[in-house]
């Protein structure tokens, strides 16, 4: 089967509108994320929060060296950031 250029804008389109809900799903879940951090940290140590919240980002970043699909993710970030720049710019051209 033969795909034409309008076909083929028509699906890059798609995928980054579908790349897009995905992206705003994950802000939404980063933002959850930190809020509960910041409670965390607030129980940790209530008078040194600061200090508690980098002990939290370094025990994330050591978890994050184990973690044998870290470097997927940063592809698939790779790509986020490429289709973000497509929709900025207007996206694919449509015929």
Do not use: T
């Amino acid at each position: 089967m033969a795909v034409n250029e309008k076909q083929l804008g028509d699906a890059l389109q798609e995928i980054a509108e579908q790349f897009h809900a995905i992206d705003k799903s994950l802000a939404k879940i980063a933002v959850g994320l930190f809020a509960l951090k910041a409670i965390v940290a607030l129980q940790v140590n209530p008078s040194a929060p600061s200090q508690a919240l980098k002990m939290i980002q370094d025990f994330e970043n050591e978890i994050a060296k184990l973690d044998p699909s870290r470097s997927e993710r940063e592809r698939v970030a790779e790509v986020l950031e490429i289709l973000k720049l497509i929709d900025k710019h207007g996206g694919p051209k449509q015929a």
